[in-house]
């Protein structure tokens, strides 16, 4: 690269997709739940892992806790 850039003034706009940051998994889910999610997000007009990430993301901001009963 050349020194006389200068790279700030070059694109001086925030990314707006760096406020958290995301790391791919692997996860294992019921085929009943990916058909539920993949349902709502059609109707909400989004992408349906974008719908569970949200979910999932609001379930640990608000620290929700999971209530198990085994039977």
Do not use: H
């Not at 019921?30 to 909400?44: E, G, H, N, R």
């Not at 349906?48 to 990430?53: A, F, G, V, W």
């Amino acid at each position: 690269m050349l020194e006389e850039y200068d790279i700030k003034n070059l694109n001086p706009r925030k990314n707006p997709y760096t406020r958290r940051e995301k790391k791919q998994i692997t996860i294992n889910l019921d085929v009943s739940t990916i058909a539920y999610f993949k349902a709502l997000a059609k109707q909400k007009g989004i992408p349906y892992q974008i719908l569970i990430n949200s979910y999932l993301t609001d379930c640990a901001d608000k620290k929700k806790d999971l209530e198990l009963a085994w039977k």
